[in-house]
C-alpha cells in the first residue's frame, strides 16, 4: 500500500530552466509534507516543508505547492542548476515519515 | 560534527550471521528513527524510540530484528541470522522536534552475501 506516490522515477532538465517534481499521497491524515534531496551514499537531506494548512511555501530557489483537495504536491526548482542534480524524495509525515520512491532529477549543463 | 552518526558505513557479512549497527543521534533530540532503504524505493519506516522507549514498530521488523536505546542517547539496530533480502542501506534519523525537522545519517550499507 504506497501511500505516498511519485511517479517519474527520473527527470532530465536544462540548467537555468525550472523543475518540477510531483507526488501524491492518499492518507487525508498526513498534516505536514517534506522534501528530502539525497545524494549517493548519504542519507537523505532536508529541503523544503509545507504544512497542510499552507498551500505554498518559498524558500530561494524551491517552492513547494500543496492541492489538498487534490491529494497533491509538488517542489518547483527555478533556475535549475547542475548542483541540483540528485534523487529527490516526497515524504508526507503523521507521528512518521512515509516517504515516497523517489525522483532522479538530472540538470543538464 | 554534530550530526546523526552512523557506524559502520559499510557491512559485509554472510547468510547466518548477527550485525549490529550504531547510531548516535543529534544530542538534543529525544526521538530516533530507524528506516530501510533498498535500490529504487524509498526510505521505509522501521521503528521509532521517544527517549529509550520504543513506541513503534512497522511490521517489515521481523523477530529477527531488534532495536534498542538505554539510555535514550545513542541506539542499536540488531539484525540476527542475515537473510540476502536484508541486504540495503540502513538508515538513522533524529528529530528535530521544534521544527518538525528529520536529520538522517549516512546509513549503514549492508550486503549479505
Known amino acids: 500500500d504506497q501511500q505516498v506516490k511519485q511517479n517519474s522515477p527520473s527527470l532530465s532538465v536544462q540548467e537555468g530552466r525550472i523543475s518540477i517534481l510531483n507526488c501524491d499521497y492518499t492518507?487525508?491524515?498526513?498534516?505536514?509534507f517534506l522534501w528530502y534531496k539525497k545524494y549517493p551514499a548519504e542519507g537523505p537531506t532536508f529541503l523544503i516543508s509545507?504544512?497542510?494548512?499552507?498551500d505554498k511555501n518559498e524558500d530561494g530557489r524551491f517552492t513547494v505547492f500543496l492541492n489538498k483537495s487534490a491529494k497533491h504536491l509538488s517542489l518547483h526548482i527555478v533556475p535549475s542548476q547542475p548542483g541540483d542534480s540528485a534523487v529527490y524524495f516526497c515524504?508526507?509525515?503523521?507521528?512518521?515519515?512515509?516517504f515516497g520512491t523517489g525522483t532522479r532529477l538530472t540538470i543538464i549543463p | 560534527d554534530t550530526g546523526v552518526s552512523q557506524d559502520p558505513r559499510h557491512k559485509i557479512t554472510k547468510r547466518g550471521q548477527n550485525v549490529t549497527f550504531r547510531c548516535d543521534p543529534i544530542?538534543?533530540?529525544?526521538?530516533l528513527y530507524w528506516y530501510r532503504q533498498t535500490l529504487g524505493q524509498g526510505p521505509e519506516f522501521l521503528t521509532y524510540?521517544?527517549?529509550?522507549?520504543?513506541?513503534?514498530k512497522s511490521r517489515l521488523l521481523s523477530d529477527r530484528f531488534s532495536a534498542e536505546r538505554p539510555k535514550g542517547s545513542f541506539s542499536t539496530l540488531e539484525i540476527q541470522r542475515t537473510e540476502q533480502g536484508d541486504s540495503a542501506m540502513y538508515l538513522c534519523?533524529?528529530?528535530?522536534?521544534?521544527?518538525?525537522?528529520?536529520?538522517f545519517g549516512s546509513g549503514t550499507q549492508l550486503s549479505v552475501l
Open positions: 515524504a508526507a509525515e503523521n507521528e512518521k515519515l512515509t
Open positions: 492518507n487525508s491524515m498526513f498534516d505536514y
Open positions: 509545507i504544512s497542510s494548512i499552507k
Open positions: 544530542s538534543e533530540h529525544n526521538r
Open positions: 524510540f521517544q527517549n529509550e522507549a520504543q513506541l513503534e
Open positions: 534519523a533524529s528529530l528535530d522536534s521544534y521544527n518538525e525537522k528529520l536529520f
